[in-house]
């Protein structure tokens, strides 16, 4: 239940179904207990220090007025910072302002300059924001941006969109929370786009509502449980025939290293047999992985090998004449680079992506998803998931919608939001590594949504694995990942074998 992800139309509904068997203000009680037991939990063992809390003019205002009485029960200084807007509040909201200034909460109204704070809670917007936050709000969001102390949202980061991870407002702004205490179920929005940033770690608080009150969610996190049953141990009477030949189709002139970069994310995750069908001369042999095998693409037998065709292909007659062929060829595929570009640009290749009944997996980022889609990356970027899904629908493959929060589509509409990785992948050749992740999977068996799911989240992994171990984020190279995959697998099938 905690992995699905819900919009903000499911939101209310559940929320109007809830209220329905509640007495009045019973869920912004529990939200507001909920957000100042996690505030406790953050301020730990510095309960002296004062604690700012934001309450803006809506129901996410009520769970902080809600909060902040909470923590003055608790002896803990809270101050709040009231900025209620003109429309009357909801009678919860007033009913929780009441009892704040009943407490012994401190009350300003404005952000004092240089004022040290050990916790600020951010219950300015929840899901009900309608527009940029501006004017008075927006100063005190500007002003958060110099305060050095964790930040808790409630519910949603005011000013980020819940549904789709995006700061509202062509010159929009958004509180960066250092954690989120979300209600009533998670949101697309926490996970993808601008959303990791602005909401640090997230808690799910589902206020006592039960699973059998929630709508079916067609968008989940993405986790292990989703593939962690086809982590088998390798059978000992096995042989590199029984892990699948994968082919990387691409190296144009000049561009030679991007499929070596996906030749060796197969070899690390695990595929029998690893060739690069070279468009331009192919090299003799790669002499820091000389297990890759370089053929010539024109005469290469695509028959029984999965394919993964666009890293560094160009956009040449042979490399449009190769991608006609390997779409229509039975063969599993991950499309990536330039063979999405080529995709994009013609309607011939598009029809016979879409008749394929092999599994085909789309690796676009945002610009290539763009051009699939005839427009804008800032448009793709404002909605990843519709976009996603519009892609997955359109060219009937599975769709790995890359960056912050990759988001995974199937044609059916189903999505997967994946929160490994970090900034550290912001590096060129870090996809074709992910491509080639894709196709070793695929050669391996799995269908084309799980293959997507595991190689992103498998990839994602490494790249945290290198982090941790120092290796990045910054600096870190596409290089040097498929050895942290080699690990991450190999120890998730351990942990598979030790269940
Ligand atoms: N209704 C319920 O049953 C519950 C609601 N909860 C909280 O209530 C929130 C939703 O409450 P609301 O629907 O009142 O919405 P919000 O509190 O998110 O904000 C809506 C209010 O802000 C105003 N507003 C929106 N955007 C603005 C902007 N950019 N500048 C200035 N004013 C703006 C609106 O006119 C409205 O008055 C949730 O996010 C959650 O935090 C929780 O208490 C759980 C239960
Ligand atoms: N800031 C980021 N946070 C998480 N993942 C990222 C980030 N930036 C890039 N990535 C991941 O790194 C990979 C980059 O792929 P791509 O843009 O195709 O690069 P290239 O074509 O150079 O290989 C994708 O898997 C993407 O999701
Ligand atoms: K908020």
Redesign the pocket.
């Known amino acids: 239940m905690e992995r699905h992800l819900y919009t903000v139309a499911q939101l209310r509904a559940i929320e109007q179904a809830a209220y329905a068997g509640l007495a009045p203000g019973t869920l912004m009680q529990r939200a507001g207990k909920a957000a100042s037991d996690f505030a406790l939990e953050l301020l730990g063992d510095r309960r002296d220090r004062p604690v700012l809390v934001l309450a803006g003019p809506g129901n996410n205002g009520g769970d902080a007025l809600e909060a902040a009485a909470n923590l003055a029960d608790a002896g803990v200084d809270a101050t709040v910072l009231h900025l209620p807007g003109r429309r009357d509040a909801s009678t919860e909201t007033a009913a929780a302002y009441e009892r704040a200034r009943a407490g012994s909460v401190g009350w300003i109204d404005m952000l004092p300059p240089g004022a040290e704070w050990g916790l600020v809670i951010d219950g300015l917007f929840g899901i009900g924001l309608e527009r940029p936050v501006d004017g008075d709000y927006r100063e005190v969001v500007v002003g958060l941006e110099t305060i050095r102390c964790p930040i808790l949202a409630l519910d949603v980061p005011s000013g980020l969109d819940a549904d789709t991870g995006a700061v509202i407002g062509p010159d929009g702004i958004a509180v960066r929370a250092t954690h989120t205490i979300t209600f009533l179920g998670d949101k697309p929005g926490l996970h993808t786009a601008d959303g990791?940033d602005h909401a640090g770690q997230v808690r799910v608080d589902m206020l006592g509502v039960g699973s059998e009150a929630l709508p079916r969610a067609t968008a989940q996190l993405s986790g292990l449980p989703l593939f962690a049953g086809r982590f088998t141990a390798r059978r000992h009477n096995t042989h590199k025939g029984s892990f699948g030949d994968v082919a990387i189709i691409g190296g144009a002139h000049g561009m030679a290293g991007?499929p070596v970069?996906s030749a060796r994310g197969a070899l690390y995750a695990g595929a029998g047999r690893v060739y690069v069908a070279a468009l331009n001369t192919p090299p003799g042999y790669d002499s820091s992985q000389p297990e890759i095998m370089f053929r010539a693409a024109e005469d290469f037998d695509f028959f029984g090998r999965t394919l993964v065709i666009g890293?560094g292909m160009g956009d040449s007659a042979s490399a449009i004449r190769l991608l006609a062929r390997a779409l229509d060829s039975d063969s599993p595929l991950v499309i990536?680079?330039d063979a999405l570009n080529l995709i994009g640009a013609s309607p011939d290749l598009q029809s016979r992506l879409a008749q394929r009944t092999a599994p085909a997996v789309l690796?676009?980022?945002p610009l290539?998803g763009a051009r699939l889609l005839g427009m804008t990356a800032a448009v793709v970027q404002s909605d990843r998931l519709e976009a996603a899904r519009e892609m997955a629908l359109r060219t009937n493959a599975t769709v790995?919608l890359?960056?912050?929060?990759?988001v995974i589509a199937r044609p059916d509409g189903e999505v997967l939001i994946?929160p490994t990785?970090?900034?550290?992948?912001?590096?060129?050749?870090?996809?074709?590594?992910?491509?080639g992740i894709c196709g070793a999977l695929l050669a391996q068996g799995w269908t084309g949504w799980e293959a997507a799911a595991a190689a992103?989240w498998i990839?994602?992994a490494a790249?945290d694995t290198l982090v941790d171990e120092g290796v990045g984020p910054i600096g870190m190279t596409?290089g040097e990942l498929p050895a942290a995959v080699r690990k991450v697998l190999n120890r998730l099938v351990k942990d598979a074998a030790s269940r």
């Open positions: 990791r991007a970069l890293p990536d680079a690796t676009p980022h290539e790995i890359k960056g912050s929060g990759t994946n990785g970090n900034a550290g992948l912001a590096t060129a050749g870090s996809g074709d590594v992910l491509a992103t990839h994602g790249a596409a």
